[in-house]
């Protein structure tokens, strides 16, 4: 997405508003895939601690919402690790939507 707007020279911000909304909704995406697949796997890494870092940064609240993720994943019961991944992911997702981004 990134180079398919680097030559876009029009007044505004609003090429880097797409291309921040893009990265967050890969960041979602990303998200989502850690919840379901927590209860099989250990899905802390440090493609998890970047996306967390980027949601602490961009999103209202987020410093508590990856903070409530890195517990869950934490949790040492799978099914219960991954529900609570699922609803901090849900609860991470909200933020964005009303945010509006």
């Not at 990265?23 to 998890?48: G, H, K, P, T, W």
């Not at 999103?59 to 901090?88: C, D, H, N, S, W």
């Amino acid at each position: 997405m990134k180079g398919k707007l680097g030559n876009v020279s029009f007044g505004g911000n609003w090429s880097e508003d797409i291309l921040a909304k893009d990265q967050l909704n890969n960041i979602l995406d990303f998200l989502d895939l850690v919840a379901r697949n927590c209860a099989d796997e250990d899905m802390r890494s440090d493609r998890l601690e970047h996306a967390l870092t980027y949601v602490s940064e961009h999103i209202e609240k987020g410093e508590t919402l990856a903070e409530a993720l890195r517990k869950a994943l934490a949790l040492f019961e799978p099914l219960q690790r991954q529900k609570a991944a699922i609803r901090a992911v849900r609860l991470i997702g909200r933020s964005v939507r009303e945010k509006g981004t």
